[in-house]
């Protein structure tokens, strides 16, 4: 879920990043605390939104783990959700873009100004995940038809307010068909994706030092 959160907010040929770092930020934290509930490492308590760890065996995406370790780290103390993709939001970028090279996925280049970008091996890598954002906020009732790592980026752009960004639907479009698809997910990925919408908020209102 993680590297899907990364490649769909990428450019499918010049690996421009479409939306602010920090942006992604969130929801690259928010997907690796998808993959933690999704192979019950932590549970994310409906009701609160606390984040509550299950076990301590290690998980096989780095980016969830190094999430994981720092929920084993604040224990036993528990945060909300918000208050950890917002915390960690600046944390994880780099790890999933080298794995992604790593993988042979991506191919980093410093662009005109001096800036990493990361251009996708293949474009059907970002179009993949796009189709996926785009199937499912056009037709939410057909979520039964889509996997659980394809309904987490859709409903994480949905959070974010980036599905028009990334798929080039109407905003509007991508409003209503996210508020029908919210309406569709169990109970902790709906307080997942709530808790992504407030750390949003959250950032809006952050002033970077």
């Known amino acids: 879920m993680v590297d899907y959160m990364f490649l769909v907010t990428h450019h499918e040929t010049s690996g421009k990043l479409r939306i602010a770092p920090d942006l992604l930020g969130l929801g690259l934290v928010a997907a690796a605390l998808a993959e933690l ?3 019950s490492a932590v549970y994310l308590d409906p009701e609160t939104s606390q984040v509550i760890r299950y076990q301590r ?10 999430v994981l370790d720092q929920v084993i780290r604040g224990e036993p103390d528990t ?17 999933v873009a080298h794995g992604l090279d790593a993988d042979g996925l991506v191919r980093p ?14 474009p059907e890598l970002i179009e993949q ?28 752009c949905g959070a974010m307010g980036i599905a028009g960004t990334v798929t080039a639907m109407p905003a509007e479009e991508a409003e209503t068909g996210f508020s ?30």
């Open 79 to 95: 945060s909300h959700a918000a208050d950890w993709i917002l915390g960690l939001r600046d944390d994880l970028y780099a790890g």
């Open 109 to 122: 280049e410093r662009s005109a100004l001096g800036r990493m970008k990361y251009v996708p091996i293949r």
């Open 37 to 39: 509930v999704s192979v």
């Open 180 to 209: 029908q698809l919210l309406r569709s997910v169990d109970p902790q990925l709906s307080a997942l994706v709530k808790a992504t919408s407030q750390a949003k908020g959250r950032l809006a209102m952050t002033v970077r030092r």
């Open 129 to 156: 995940p796009q189709s996926w954002v785009f199937g499912l906020l056009r037709s939410p009732q057909r979520w039964i038809d889509f996997q659980l790592n394809q309904l987490v980026i859709a409903c994480l």
């Open 57 to 66: 065996q290690p998980v096989s995406v780095p980016a969830a783990q190094y």
